[in-house]
């Protein structure tokens, strides 16, 4: 067994860390790794402990986050479009002073300045519709931190699990080693009496050896569980921890539609296509506004001013007015990109259709694996009991001198691969239950979009 430093209090402050970035009013990415070792008792972390470390450490996560905080700055900078733009210049010369034309130059060395102001009136709705394609484009963003929550969810619950009937598997070797010592004392015993033969001792000897081997391999298959553990979790390599729980399963048995369903309402890639789809119309909105009019008002000034034929003088050229643009003819380069927007428009309503079907069909798939698991994990408990009353039977008979040694390895051999059997499928149901939450959206709750950054 390990231990861990991480306390209660470190969890839940990674927990809030993790998961605030996908939703609105954070900007900056999340995580960062525990502390180092406390002095306090070890805490035996829960799944959802697991899961918060996880989902405050784990470097896909870093990346996914900084991919929302670029869109919503997106959304910022479109927005900008409809906000007074202000410019300022300035420049200083010098010259040789000499007349031009009759009429004197300015002066050897001076200094101007300008300032301008500009407020976009009308510009036959690109600006709107650009700030649409952004906000659309941070739901899309979203919707990929949410679909890459649910995938690293998905590893820590596998990788949790995996940990918990790695341990169990341990306590069954244990057992069978304990067992096989049994054997190797009660022939060893018989032999000495003159009522065995030496090939029960023999027997048995191979046995205890066979069990010690399992009983490593079982120990080994643990640490690789935790290793695997630390990996799910975005945690450095042979971090200590220390697991709360055993393997418990539910028999409760959803109904297919009731999944199908909240799979297409939760699927963060649907979220995220549909997400796609409306950035690409706002953006067919934006592209064939090109050669629409646009209206500004603009002013500015201009120090010194400048009168013909005289140079500048004291004061300034102030000027206000309305500018009114339009594209006549650009050779339909604009007409021709509109076309390109609305094609890659269809092609992603091509992409939400298919991959609706492929939903569909990973639940279809995670539900029978479910229903499969679930039965497994009965017949493979009443596996347990008749493996256990059989070897109870062989010991018995061995011990009255009635059955030989053989029956008694055998029936133990049996009972051990039972209880293997039985930890395996308490995993499979629990693995394909994780799967299926994976499958229909629910692994974590999915995030929305706010756009009122």
């Given at each position: 067994m390990r231990t861990t430093s991480i306390s209660i209090l470190a969890l839940a402050g990674i927990a809030l860390c993790g998961m605030s970035c996908g939703v609105a009013g954070a900007d900056q990415p999340s995580g960062g790794k525990p502390g180092p070792a406390s002095a306090a008792a070890a805490q035996s972390l829960t799944l959802d402990q697991c899961i918060a470390i996880a989902l405050g450490n784990h470097p896909s996560l870093q990346g996914a986050c900084r991919e929302v905080a670029g869109a919503r700055a997106g959304v910022k900078a479109s927005k900008a479009a409809t906000l007074p733009q202000l410019t300022v210049a300035g420049a200083y010369t010098q010259n040789n002073g000499q007349p031009v034309g009759g009429f004197l130059s300015s002066p050897p060395e001076g200094f101007a300045a300008a300032i301008s102001a500009k407020q976009l009136i009308y510009d036959s709705g690109r600006t709107p519709a650009a700030i649409r394609d952004a906000k659309y484009s941070l739901a899309a963003s979203t919707a990929e931190y949410s679909d890459v929550e649910q995938t690293v969810v998905l590893g820590v619950r596998q990788s949790y699990y995996r940990v918990l009937a790695a341990e169990q598997l341990v306590a069954a070797q244990t057992q069978a080693r304990a067992l096989s010592e049994l054997h190797l004392k009660q022939a060893s015993a018989r032999h000495a009496e003159g009522i065995a033969p030496k090939a029960d001792v023999t027997?048995?000897?191979?046995?205890?050896?066979?069990?010690?081997?399992?009983?490593?391999?079982?120990?080994?298959?643990?640490?690789?569980?935790?290793?695997?553990?630390?990996?799910?979790?975005?945690?450095?390599p042979a971090t200590p921890l220390k697991?709360?729980?055993?393997?418990?399963?539910?028999?409760?048995?959803?109904?297919?539609?009731?999944?199908?369903?909240?799979?297409?309402?939760?699927?963060?890639?649907?979220?995220?296509?549909?997400?796609?789809?409306?950035?690409?119309?706002?953006?067919?909105?934006?592209?064939?506004?090109?050669?629409?009019?646009?209206?500004?008002?603009?002013?500015?000034?201009?120090?010194?001013?400048?009168?013909?034929?005289?140079g500048p003088v004291n004061g300034s050229n102030w000027t206000v007015g309305v500018i009114a643009s339009l594209s006549i003819w650009d050779g339909g380069s604009t007409k021709a990109r509109v076309e390109q927007a609305r094609e890659a428009v269809g092609k992603l309503q091509a992409d939400l259709a298919n991959e609706k079907q492929q939903v569909g069909l990973e639940v279809q798939q995670a539900y029978l694996n479910v229903v499969e698991?679930?039965?497994?994990?009965?017949?493979?408990?009443?596996?347990?009991?008749?493996?256990?009353?059989?070897?109870?039977?062989?010991?018995?008979?061995?011990?009255?001198?009635?059955?030989?040694?053989?029956?008694?390895?055998?029936?133990?051999?049996?009972?051990?691969?039972?209880?293997?059997?039985?930890?395996?499928?308490?995993?499979?149901?629990?693995?394909?239950?994780?799967?299926?939450?994976?499958?229909?959206?629910?692994?974590?709750?999915?995030k929305e979009a706010s756009n009122e950054r």
């Open positions: 027997k048995a000897e191979v046995e205890l050896a066979n069990a010690e081997l399992n009983l490593i391999r079982a120990k080994n298959e643990v640490s690789l569980a935790y290793a695997a553990l630390d990996n799910a979790l975005g945690l450095p697991l709360a729980g055993q393997l418990q399963n539910t028999q409760e048995q959803p109904k297919l539609d009731d999944l199908l369903n909240m799979a297409y309402c939760n699927r963060p890639e649907l979220k995220r296509i549909e997400a796609q789809i409306q950035s690409g119309q706002a953006k067919v909105k934006v592209t064939g506004a090109a050669t629409k009019p646009a209206v500004y008002l603009a002013g500015g000034d201009v120090w010194p001013r400048t009168i013909s034929g005289i698991a679930d039965q497994l994990v009965v017949a493979a408990a009443k596996l347990v009991e008749q493996a256990e009353e059989n070897h109870r039977i062989a010991q018995g008979r061995y011990e009255e001198g009635v059955g030989p040694m053989i029956d008694v390895v055998d029936a133990e051999t049996q009972l051990t691969a039972a209880r293997t059997s039985y930890v395996q499928a308490q995993l499979d149901a629990l693995v394909g239950r994780a799967k299926l939450d994976r499958a229909t959206g629910q692994a974590v709750a999915v």
